[in-house]
């Protein structure tokens, strides 16, 4: 167990063999700034001071050459080497609430949502609270590394679904679409993401998806169903896809209430396809125009389309604030 000492006030956690500095962090009421928690967005960088770490991953987009010559690691990937101190900007908003924890789980069921989107069901050991809009790594034995992936369904049940898109040659999605069997035994490390659910908060709510970043939209739906949120202010759930076989049943989103509306775009729409075309946040401006401002905003899906939702919205005036994404890269 290494001891991690923050300096300049001396407050330290403790680090168990395997974890990194972060998700150590995390699980002892610090707030580190994060979003990916996968080496992609560099957000939980940090300056070494004493003592030696070495990455979890080696090839971490966010980190570089000049960030090494300055001592300043990611703490996602970085797994210390004996005691050591470093420095970073704590955060209060990022403070754990559960916090997260790693446990195993069952797969209990596959259910295919489109031609490659399918929603895994795992029974979990454990606490099972999260926010709607959070998700956990995943991880199986043989394959090296946690994959993030966002929750589907609301705590409550002792079961966590996750809504995956199959990625080519990606070794955990093809075990877990080719070879895992109902009853295989997983680990799972979560909660964790900031772009969950603001219940207090009394805007109309617009929620935009694409590929599996729909597991997280369609938490955060139920999750405003639930709080009683759809009783007073309307939702609009925005689903980008290139075809329609690649749509999944809007029966998914069925008795969230009359305030919800469903749209799916197509980016490239067969023939007789009547319904919006083009990129997900044209038909969104082109829906909502001057209005967009006026809606709490959550989206989740590829980098592209995150990068675009976001010059959209700062295009018509929205606040930074008002939108809620984890940045996956």
Sequence with gaps: ?????????????????????????????????????????????????EGAV?????????????????????????????????????????????RPMGRSATLLAKTQLTRDITEFTLEI??????????????????????????????????QWHFQIKRVP?????????????????????????TAFLQTEITR??????????????????RGAAKAGMLDTRKLHFYYGARTQADLFDPKLLADLGPNVTFTAALSEPEPGWDGPRGFLHD????????????????????AAMSAAIQKMAHELGTPMGQLHFDEFY
């Excluded at 407050?11 to 168990?16: E, G, K, L, P, V």
Aim: charged share 15%; proline share 6%; net charge negative.
């Design 1 to 49: 167990m290494a001891k991690i000492t923050i300096a300049p006030d001396g407050q330290s956690f403790d680090c168990a063999p395997g974890d990194t500095i972060l998700r150590a962090a995390l699980r002892a009421g610090f707030g580190m700034n994060y979003s990916c928690n996968v080496g992609s967005c560099g957000n939980c960088r940090f300056e070494l001071l």
């Design 54 to 98: 070495t990455h979890q991953r080696a090839d971490s987009p966010a980190w570089s050459e000049r960030d090494l010559k300055r001592n300043r690691w990611l703490g996602c990937q970085a797994e210390p080497v004996g005691d050591c101190t470093i420095k970073f900007r704590a955060d209060p908003s990022f403070v754990a609430n559960p």
């Design 125 to 158: 050991q454990g606490d099972d609270r999260f926010h709607p809009g959070q998700y956990a790594l995943i991880g199986a034995n043989g394959i090296s590394g946690g994959r993030a992936y966002s929750m589907a369904n609301l705590p409550g049940t002792g």
């Design 169 to 193: 040659g990606g070794a955990l999605t093809g075990w877990l679409f080719d070879s895992a069997e109902i009853g295989a035994t997983l680990s799972l490390d979560g909660p964790y993401g």
């Design 204 to 221: 109309d709510i617009v929620l935009m998806a694409g590929g599996s970043g729909l597991s997280p939209m369609v938490s955060i739906a």
């Design 283 to 302: 038909v969104v401006a082109a829906d909502l125009g001057d209005r967009l401002p006026a809606h709490e905003i959550y989206f989740a899906g590829p």
